[in-house]
């Protein structure tokens, strides 16, 4: 696949870094109590004491089995997922990242590192996570995220989410979603006949969809009055 993601060249370089960074920040034990400093490292999610006692004993359970065979990934990947769903990112982001050093191409490892960041509200790593994520595996919801990622706190990222959007379409065929998040894009920036060419296609497929069919003569009538 020549033809993967055009967006790879905004953060390729941004991905180096954040592999180098965090291999070179690593401690000799394989899950230490390192913290990440400037960002948020730990928070209480008001989460309800039933449901905490519930993931405990899942975590334990995972951190059991991963003590007694270190080669358990899918162990491992549990205690990055607990850690994370209860507030405890900085140990969640150590086993993750233990993790992605030893599976490298499994994309929903680098999904998880990139919640885990975004939780921790470190922006650029998320985004590099994502990413990297998505050079292994196209997912509609990272693609989501990544739009929400640079809307929120990357908004030089603007014209980029067109050709998010666009490699969205052309690796992972032209799912509603897909085309309605792009058409709304074209939208926002006045672009009122490639707006309406885009959820033209979204409007024939849902012929019973009231708001789509309304959103699509929306569009269609500021493309014929440009």
Do not use: C
Not at 82 to 107: D, M, Q
Not at 132 to 138: P, R
């Amino acid at each position: 696949m020549k033809a993967r993601l055009r967006i790879l060249s905004i953060v390729v370089a941004l991905l180096i870094i954040a592999g180098v960074v965090w291999l070179w920040q690593r401690d000799t034990e394989t899950l230490s109590d390192r913290d990440y400093p400037g960002f948020v490292n730990q928070k209480d999610l008001g989460i309800p004491e039933d449901v905490r006692a519930q993931w405990e004993i899942q975590l334990r359970t995972a951190e059991a089995l991963y003590a007694a065979d270190p080669s358990d990934l899918s162990a491992l990947q549990s205690i990055a997922v607990f850690h994370h769903s209860l507030g405890n990112f900085a140990t969640a982001r150590r086993a993750i990242e233990t993790y992605v050093e030893k599976n490298t191409i499994n994309p929903a490892g680098w999904v998880i590192y990139g919640d885990i960041a975004n939780s921790m509200e470190d922006w650029r790593t998320a985004e590099a996570a994502w990413i990297k994520s998505l050079t292994l595996g196209t997912d509609e919801f990272v693609f989501e995220k990544i739009e929400r990622l640079w809307k929120g706190h990357f908004p030089e990222r603007d014209a980029d989410i067109e050709v998010l959007w666009q490699d969205a379409i052309r690796l992972d065929e032209q799912r509603d979603m897909y085309l309605v998040k792009l058409a709304r894009w074209y939208a926002q920036h006045e672009r009122w006949g490639e707006a309406a060419a885009h959820m033209k296609i979204v409007a024939d497929r849902n012929k019973d969809n009231a708001d789509t069919q309304a959103e699509y003569q929306e569009y269609r009538q500021k493309a014929r009055e440009e």
